[in-house]
């Protein structure tokens, strides 16, 4: 495809303030990749459509949905994950197709570490999960053939195991959202106007204001992410949740010399009991610098406000020590770092539901660095609840009635995810 790319979307244009008192089919709270997918969908529906974004620009680097790049995989443990996988992968595609420019980057995935239990899952089970539905792997049941297909590698514990899915990418976010934003010409985009739900009857209209007016609307999306509860509080329903502040570093690298993959490392756990899980990017073009995180963070709050955005020089200095001993030809000083924040709910896994009580209103947040790569499903996902107050997928796993999600439930450890 890339010989045949033209030229990728500009980021959207953002509307004019309606006057206040306008009327809506859907009015989406919220501005990051679900948020402006749900935007597309209701449009491609028919649906006049206002979106509110706290901040001031879509995906902002301030929320969840910021930055250039993140992973998609369907190397997963559960089956139905999986399969959800496969089918945003489809999406994706037909996107691609229609537009005539590359979103994800086609590579291959290397998942590799110890073969035990991990937070984010065993390698093992997922190697079974792949074979049973019969998804293309390839199983590695000791470093050396990773070593030999990958020289990037410098070297790796001698019980260490690996999984490789070649039908993985990167997914060129800027290029995703302007994307979802031009197929959305029946959507008033608007920035800086942190929204609040200030008329909730169930059934609708439910009403929303912000900086710019109070508008009405008989579809509600609430796509919060860090913000959750405080978009709640209205509904008087509160979520688990915790937000996790996660350090990124830009790491430069022999990008001449080696070529570099896209990686996750299964680490065991460090002498503090906490696991060692890495990822990296392979360089975007033309930049000889990987994008390398801990799937771990000290910083962990309770309201976005207490978020610092200043990158922790502790896992700056674990990602340093890591590289060092596990790439050929990488730096261990970052040339620069980035945060970016993870919603955790209670067990780690996402939220995508009706809100109880409420029909017309449906909600994704707990993203956990999970979400990203379910995008334009989740999109159509969250524009049929809010609308039929059903979907034609499975999305019980991800119910928002599932024991310890609400506030108040007993709180149960929350997983890390895979950006």
Request: hydrophobic share 40%; aromatic share 12%.
């Amino acid at each position: 495809m890339a010989s045949t790319l033209i030229s990728k979307p500009q980021p959207p244009k953002l509307g004019t303030p309606p006057a206040s008192g306008a009327s809506f089919d859907v009015i989406i709270i919220g501005g990051g990749t679900m948020a402006v997918a749900a935007a597309y969908q209701a449009s491609a529906r028919g649906l006049n459509t206002l979106l509110l974004e706290q901040f001031s620009t879509i995906c902002s680097d301030r929320a969840s949905s910021g930055g250039t790049s993140r992973m998609f995989r369907i190397m997963y443990a559960p089956a139905h994950m999986v399969q959800l996988a496969e089918i945003a992968l489809a999406m994706w595609r037909e996107i691609e197709v229609q537009q005539g420019y590359e979103i994800l980057r086609t590579q291959p995935l290397v998942f590799y570490g110890a073969a035990e239990q991990s937070v984010e899952g065993n390698i093992g089970q997922m190697k079974e999960v792949l074979a049973q539905l019969g998804v293309p792997h390839t199983w590695y049941p000791d470093p050396s053939g990773l070593l030999q297909q990958y020289p990037a590698f410098q070297t790796m514990p001698s019980d260490y195991i690996g999984l490789v899915q070649a039908n993985s990418a990167v997914i060129e976010v800027p290029a995703s959202y302007a994307t979802f934003a031009v197929w959305a010409p029946g959507c008033t985009f608007l920035s800086n106007q942190p929204a609040t739900v200030t008329g909730s009857s169930p059934g609708g209209p439910y009403q929303v204001t912000c900086p710019a007016g109070t508008y009405s609307a008989t579809h509600l999306i609430l796509c919060p992410g860090a913000w959750t509860n405080s978009v709640l509080a209205p509904f008087n329903f509160q979520l688990n949740l915790k937000i996790w502040q996660m350090t990124i570093g830009y790491f430069q690298a022999a990008v001449g010399q080696y070529q570099y993959p896209l990686w996750y490392e299964f680490g065991p756990p460090g002498p503090n009991g906490q696991q060692q899980l890495f990822y990296g990017f392979p360089p975007e073009e033309g930049s000889s610098l990987l994008k390398i995180s801990a799937d771990f963070t000290n910083n962990i709050y309770t309201d976005p406000s207490q978020c610092t955005y200043q990158p922790d020089p502790q896992i700056l200095a674990s990602l340093g020590k890591f590289v060092q001993q596990r790439f050929n030809g990488v730096l261990p000083i970052p040339m620069t770092s980035s945060t970016c924040l993870y919603t955790m709910s209670a067990d780690g896994e996402m939220i995508l539901d009706n809100l109880p009580g409420y029909q017309n209103v449906s909600i994704f947040t707990g993203g956990s660095g999970r979400g990203f790569k379910f995008t334009p499903l989740f999109g159509r996902i969250l524009v049929d609840l809010a609308t039929k107050g059903k979907t034609y997928y499975d999305i019980s796993p991800f119910s928002i009635n599932r024991h310890g999600i609400r506030a108040g439930d007993p709180p149960r450890r929350a997983r890390a995810g895979v950006v």
